[in-house]
């Protein structure tokens, strides 16, 4: 994205010239990115060749999935309805991992029928669950076991999922039981073990500080695990002085993981292969001035994009039109939802802007349109796709009729 004689572009093509066709609020994503974004995780971590499963409920638009397919990913998916996306999307059965606190046995039991490759188990009420469907198929299921580190992903609260007060996964007793009690069972075989800390993490040490948890397993209960699941979670930069993940150093402490455990890599992102991939477009309907405050009113709300409102979360804001003339006045993009959450950025100032023009809201590619909610009966947004300089619509937005 950039501008070019002071309008803005996302891939060479004019975002005003984007909004004229579709209108706002649209959800646009770019092809180019998403590729970049596909190749740079694998070379950061191609010395061990890891399964890629794609985080689905990060997104989960058909198109989008086939993309990442095209481009060799699995799955991660934590419903029935996103393994059926998956498989809908041609991701093949035996690169799909199930992961979720709370799998129905009718979930289990399509997991089962598909032969995905596995279900990450985190409970034992959960593998004799398993255990049933598996004796009534006669078959034995691959399963992994999430492990809860008890560790601080140093993320957002309300995205960090491997601390004991959270509730995903087993602590280490826990696991090692499961693993004496299953090993030798004809219907369970526990060929994974798995874990997930947070998401939006920046620093590579809870990674380091998980891998030390997981030997501690391995030497403790002395089982091979043909897969280890080290989930995702790998953040973006939101803010352009935002401190980077450290990839090399991850990547090289994972390469002596596996080395010592010949054992294959499973990871699980979402946010670090589409996040940054996706924008928001929409309009500015009012400017509301008051004493100390500018209120710039758009036609995007929380029930479009949640996450600010839902954790506090940043994201840019950019003019579809640049210009030079900054009003040094506290700024808050607004939604029109009758929330005082629905409100997008605080600013100091801004430049200029009047009513009717457009804005992007940068970095939604990931937990934008998943969150999205038809709050207030408020209909969904298109979403779009660049590819090759071409645009195209992937998801047609709601009409009134399809929801009151």
């Not at 009003?327 to 029109?336: D, L, M, S, T």
Request: hydrophobic letters at 35%.
């Amino acid at each position: 994205m950039h501008y070019y004689k002071k309008k803005l572009l996302i891939d060479n093509v004019p975002v005003d010239k984007i909004i004229r066709e579709f209108g706002t609020p649209t959800y646009c994503y770019s092809y180019n990115q998403l590729k970049e974004n596909i190749l740079k995780f694998k070379k950061y971590f191609n010395k061990f060749n890891p399964l890629i499963c794609f985080a689905v409920k990060s997104n989960n638009n058909n198109k989008i999935l086939k993309e990442i397919a095209n481009l060799g990913l699995g799955a991660d998916v934590v419903s029935i309805g996103e393994l059926m996306a998956a498989l809908k999307s041609n991701i093949h059965p035996n690169k799909i991992v199930f992961s979720g606190v709370g799998k129905t046995y009718d979930e289990i039991k399509f997991a089962v029928n598909k032969k995905i490759l596995l279900i990450n188990a985190e409970s034992k009420s959960e593998i004799e669950t398993i255990l049933k469907i598996a004796k009534k198929n006669n078959r034995s299921v691959d399963i992994g076991i999430r492990l809860n580190p008890n560790i601080d992903a140093r993320t957002i609260k309300e995205i960090t999922t491997g601390k004991s007060s959270n509730k995903f996964g087993l602590v280490d007793k826990e696991i090692i039981s499961l693993i004496n009690y299953y090993k030798n069972s004809k219907f369970i075989n526990i060929k994974c073990l798995s874990v997930h800390i947070g998401s939006q993490i920046t620093s590579h040490l809870p990674y380091l500080k998980m891998l030390k948890a997981i030997q501690k397993i391995i030497d403790k209960c002395n089982f091979y695990f043909e897969y280890i699941d080290l989930g995702g979670g790998m953040g973006i930069n939101y803010k352009k002085d935002e401190k980077k993940l450290n990839f090399k150093k991850y990547s090289e402490r994972i390469y002596k993981f596996v080395k010592k455990n010949n054992t294959k890599i499973i990871f699980e992102p979402g946010r670090s292969i589409v996040g940054n991939a996706g924008y928001l477009l929409s309009k500015i309907i009012y400017i509301k001035k008051t004493r100390n405050i500018n209120f710039i009113i758009i036609d995007a709300g929380m029930n479009d994009l949640m996450r600010p409102a839902l954790y506090k979360a940043y994201h840019r804001i950019i003019p579809t039109k640049r210009n030079v003339n900054q009003i040094r006045k506290r700024h808050e993009f607004v939604g029109p939802v009758c929330e005082t959450t629905d409100k997008f950025l605080s600013t100091k100032s801004f430049q200029k802007l009047n009513e009717g023009d457009n804005i992007v809201l940068c970095d939604v590619g990931a937990y934008g349109k998943t969150l999205s909610s038809n709050y207030n009966l408020r209909t969904s947004a298109d979403e779009i796709l660049i590819k090759n300089s071409k645009v195209k619509r992937i998801k047609r937005k709601e009409k009134l009729r399809d929801i009151i």
